[in-house]
């Protein structure tokens, strides 16, 4: 009986000792940016909530962006857990930063770590010194982060650390001047810059102790929800959201009424605070700023018109509502503020502000001409060429037709046509009396213009100059028929050209205005 007492408390404190082997892991395999800070800051509260013996970052990255890779490893040494880096490849730049952060490195074999200088994100040039000394700061206190052993030495060498960001750095036996500091993994291991040397999880567990068949493996899987956030909480996708929102709001003032601007503006509004305020960044202080700054923009608009206070205070309004949603404050308290942060919001807003100038001058060029955006807007410009027309149409149509005369022309007045009546002008300012029959010879700037209708013909052929017939002919061509052209006067012909009228009344009825007739 004893000894199956025995037997059953044994088995009892062995599967609880098999139980207590919990492992939570994640990775970081790309370039380190926002969404790897939204992945590792889920990653660390899931492990939290899991209560891990040990938790393992999975590390193979290039680097990224300073700010989010010092966020990670805030992150990580403020986590009571235990956490171990598996560099699997590489661990450069802002990754080495992260790996010097946990509490022991293991590296695969052919693996690499250092290389932390800070460069440009468009050329890959290096960052003036100003970047560099932070960067050499960080790493050195990261370091030392780990203290000392019982022999009173670095277990995590500062100028090691500063060394792989500055190339004046000399340490005697490791790294000259003029060159990066790049540890391989057996480099590293001789440098106390990795524990151990290990190809797979299993023998990094078998390395701290644990028993890789009695370990239950927790990973990290990112949520779609958390992609989403990761995604738009990114520098660049940030910037084209301000630029939505600045183009939007300029376009919907320039034209209103429209609708489709505003609305893209506040889509895209939505998409900027929503994120930044469900990560705890943006309160309902800087989303009732930028509420106000919009407001006192559109008063200056629409109420005080012209440039003055409210303009000039809603922009600033809004430009410290974009900036301050990035930053970890409480009720506008940015103390202490971190330089990286606040220099990833300049940069975002900035950015976001010389997109969205760029894109108004672009669209201010394109929006009422042919094209994708000719429909966006009225034309700059409606030509006659074109089919625009900007009067009625119908006193153009009775050019050629008979009327009376209503009152005298002196030489304006009115006249009847078709039963309708109408405002004319005497084409040659000649006077014309009451009841004289006359007709339509030009429609120009608004005005109808009318000369004396005479239904006799002259019994010889009629000679006129070029510069009155020729005119009429070339001009109204539709009086007289297609096959008398030849044989009347024309611009720049002869003067003394003659156009017999006779065999033109055979084929058309003719009316001659007053100057035709000698």
């Known amino acids: ?184 993994t057996k480099e590293a291991i001789q440098h106390h810059y990795c524990e151990a040397e290990v190809d797979n999880l299993d023998q990094l567990l078998e390395v701290e102790g644990y028993t890789p068949e009695q370990c239950t493996i927790t990973e990290y899987k990112p949520s779609l929800y958390d992609k989403l956030k990761g995604t738009l909480m990114g520098t660049a996708l940030r910037s084209i959201l301000i630029m939505l929102i600045i183009g939007g709001i300029y376009y919907e003032l320039q034209q ?64 410290f509502a974009l900036i301050t949603s990035m930053l970890n404050n409480d009720f506008f308290d940015f103390t202490p503020i971190h330089i990286p942060d606040l220099n990833q919001a300049l940069l975002t807003v900035f950015l976001g502000l010389i997109l969205g100038t760029a894109l108004i001058i672009y669209l201010v060029s394109r929006i009422g001409t042919k094209g994708i955006f000719g429909r966006l807007a009225l034309a700059k410009e409606q030509t006659m060429e074109e089919g625009y027309v900007g009067v009625p149409t119908e006193q153009i149509s009775i050019v050629g037709s008979e009327g009376i005369a209503t009152t005298d022309l002196r030489p304006a007045g009115k006249v009847v046509i078709n039963n309708r009546h109408y405002d004319a002008v005497s084409q040659y300012g000649d006077f014309i009396e009451k009841g004289t029959p006359i007709i339509v010879t030009k429609y120009k700037a608004t005005q109808l213009y009318v000369c004396k209708k005479y239904s006799h013909i002259p019994q010889r052929p009629t000679y006129f100059p070029n510069k009155v017939g020729g005119d009429f002919l070339y001009r109204y061509p539709h009086l007289f028929p297609k096959n008398t052209h030849s044989q009347c006067v024309l611009p720049n012909s002869n003067p003394q050209a003659t156009c017999t009228l006779r065999n033109i009344q055979k084929q058309y009825p003719l009316t001659v205005c007053s100057f035709l007739y000698l």
Not at 52 to 62: E, F, M, Q, S, V
Not at 133 to 155: C, F, I, N, P, V
């Open 1 to 184: 009986m004893k000894k199956t007492l025995i037997t059953l408390i044994l088995c009892i404190i062995h599967c609880t000792l098999t139980l207590a082997q919990t492992i939570y892991k994640f990775a970081i395999h790309d370039e380190i940016n926002s969404k790897t800070w939204i992945y590792t800051k889920e990653a660390l509260n899931e492990a939290d909530d899991l209560h891990p013996d040990l938790i393992i970052l999975h590390l193979n990255t290039y680097g990224g962006e300073v700010v989010y890779a010092d966020s990670i490893r805030t992150a990580i040494l403020r986590t009571e857990t235990p956490i171990v880096a598996y560099i699997d490849n590489n661990a450069a730049s802002a990754g080495a930063l992260i790996s010097i952060a946990c509490d022991r490195i293991y590296m695969r074999t052919g693996s690499q770590i250092g290389a932390a200088t800070v460069v440009n994100g468009v050329d890959g040039s290096k960052m003036p010194d100003k970047y560099q000394s932070y960067m050499r700061a960080t790493m050195r206190a990261t370091a030392e982060s780990h203290g000392k052993d019982s022999l009173g030495r670095w277990r995590r060498d500062p100028i090691i650390a500063e060394a792989m960001v500055d190339e004046s750095v000399y340490i005697e036996g490791i790294i000259d001047t003029g060159k990066i500091l790049t540890f391989t």
């Open 256 to 319: 209103p009424g429209i609708g489709f601007p505003l609305a893209v503006a506040i889509t895209a509004a939505v998409l900027y605070f929503a994120p930044l305020y469900l990560d705890g960044l943006a309160a309902y202080g800087e989303i009732a700023v930028f509420i106000v700054g919009i407001a006192l923009i559109l008063l200056e608009l629409f109420i005080f018109p012209g440039f003055g206070v409210a303009g000039i205070g809603g922009i600033l309004c809004v430009l």
